[in-house]
């Protein structure tokens, strides 16, 4: 069984630092795209960073360039993503997702975490 499960979430100043871990069991998710999301109160689903575990490509939303940087480590089957110089409009759930494309709003994404909260303080 496929799962993914999402750490790091927390609460934190505006211009702070928060790393965001993966931990994805169940199956080998190379050649697969491999993505966080994010979704704020009353908004839209939106991709946030994505990465093709095949070859290291990496698409980032215009919001984030910059700031957020998306990793992975095969040996231990995870994803990252550090998020620097935070800001209020940072404030979402955030999802971890693989899938066998990316899409800005998710489609694609065959497998799905259960979030973990980001609360940036002004």
């Known amino acids: 069984q496929v799962q993914l499960e999402e750490s790091g979430g927390g609460s934190v100043q505006a211009g702070g630092s928060l790393r965001l871990s993966c931990a994805v069991s169940?199956?080998?998710?190379?050649?697969?795209?491999m993505a966080w999301f994010r979704q704020a109160p009353g908004k839209e689903r939106e991709g946030v960073a994505a990465?093709?575990?095949?070859?290291?490509?990496?698409v980032y939303a215009d919001s984030v360039k910059g700031r957020f940087t998306i990793s992975q480590a095969h040996a231990k089957n995870s994803l990252y993503l550090q998020m620097n110089s935070l800001k209020p409009e940072d404030t979402a759930m955030y999802y971890c997702a693989a899938g066998t494309y990316y899409s800005r709003y998710g489609g694609g994404m065959d497998y799905w975490g259960k979030g973990t909260l980001v609360t940036i303080s002004s």
């Open positions: 169940g199956y080998s998710y190379r050649n697969y795209y």
């Open positions: 990465i093709y575990t095949g070859g290291g490509g990496t």
